[in-house]
């Protein structure tokens, strides 16, 4: 289908997007990657009166460390993520999470802003950033502010953002040396969205858990932080008996849409199975 009719503005600094969006109001939509807004437009699900791009402002894209954080520019896309030699070296993490995403054409143009303001629980990047502990900074025409990834996704579609407000960067603390790491997400073919995937970041002490963070994706209306699992994995070795543990509480917060890809007892266990391979393929990565 042909989207309906709108304006087209293409701002060339974060500062005249922020205005443009502010006198706009709240009808204009920004335009990132646009593998999300053009779909819902076409279907005319979303018919904004007027579209912001980002793409033309440069100070939005590259990837940077800073201090004990990596700073990623919001119209970072995916291609870019996978490419940078730093992300490898520092936050394989999101690596491994980004080349899950979508098939090459969709990673040419997506990008990691738009994948988390979205707010679409299928979307990868939301339960990585809970993994990985990431902060946003939102810019809006009082200036920046910056949130925690944790508490930040309210509902479906339904984030922290307000309607003038840009997130213009993404800020990930460095992992300790020697954490360990994986992405296990299933989906029925490539290109398509989770039937359920889980984020895994953890350091070993010795033979058991030093430290974890698990995040979930497609599981309910938001990415979420398992938190009871955490904490159950604590100080534990990862035997049979604590994955069965760690992957029965992770299944307990799950609370998913059936459609396509399962009914709700499915894609729950699917999260359990998940969990359990992430946590395997962290710890065999982790260095004690
Ligand atoms: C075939 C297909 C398969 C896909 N599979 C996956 C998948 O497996 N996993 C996955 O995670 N995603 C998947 N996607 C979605 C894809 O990753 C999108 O690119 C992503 O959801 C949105 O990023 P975008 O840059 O395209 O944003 P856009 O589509 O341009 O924007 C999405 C929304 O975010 C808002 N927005 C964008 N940038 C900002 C910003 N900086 N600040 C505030 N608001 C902003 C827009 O106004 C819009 O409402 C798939 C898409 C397609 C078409």
Redesign the pocket.
């Known amino acids: 289908m042909i989207p309906a009719g709108f304006e087209y503005h293409a701002p060339r600094s974060l500062a005249d997007a922020v205005k443009l969006l502010g006198d706009l109001g709240p009808d204009a939509?920004?335009?990132?990657?646009?593998?999300?807004?053009?779909?819902?437009m076409k279907l005319r699900f979303?018919a904004?009166s007027a579209?912001?791009d980002?793409g033309k402002i440069a100070a939005?894209r590259g990837i940077a460390e800073v201090g004990g954080e990596v700073h990623i520019g919001?119209?970072t896309?995916?291609a870019d993520l996978l490419r940078s030699a730093l992300l490898a070296d520092k936050l394989p993490l999101l690596v491994e999470g980004a080349g899950?995403?979508?098939?090459p054409?969709?990673?040419y143009?997506?990008?990691?802003?738009?994948?988390?303001?979205?707010?679409?629980p299928?979307?990868?990047?939301?339960a990585l950033m809970l993994a990985l502990d990431a902060s946003f900074v939102?810019t809006g025409p009082k200036g920046e502010r910056v949130v925690k990834a944790d508490g930040y996704f309210l509902g479906l579609?339904s984030t922290q953002?307000e309607p003038d407000?840009?997130?213009?960067q993404i800020r990930i603390p460095i992992p300790a040396a020697g954490s360990g790491w994986s992405y296990q997400?299933l989906?029925r073919k490539t290109?398509?969205?989770?039937t359920a995937a889980t984020a895994v970041l953890l350091q070993m002490k010795g033979a058991s858990v030093g430290k974890v963070n698990i995040a979930l994706?497609n599981v309910a209306a938001t990415p979420l932080k398992a938190t009871a699992a955490e904490a159950a994995l604590l100080g534990r070795p990862i035997s049979d008996a604590t994955l069965n543990e760690v992957a029965r509480l992770a299944m307990s917060i799950c609370d998913p849409t059936p459609d396509q890809r399962g009914d709700a007892d499915y894609k729950t266990a699917m999260c359990g199975e998940m969990t359990r391979r992430a946590l395997q393929a962290a710890a065999a990565r982790a260095k004690p």
């Open positions: 939509k920004l335009l990132a990657g646009g593998h999300s807004l053009l779909p819902m979303a904004p579209l912001i980002l939005l919001a119209m896309t995916e899950w995403i979508a098939d054409q969709v990673r143009k997506g990008t990691i802003g738009g994948d988390i303001s979205h707010g679409d299928g979307n990868d990047h939301p939102l579609y953002l407000e840009i997130l213009s997400k989906k290109g398509d969205f989770a994706t």
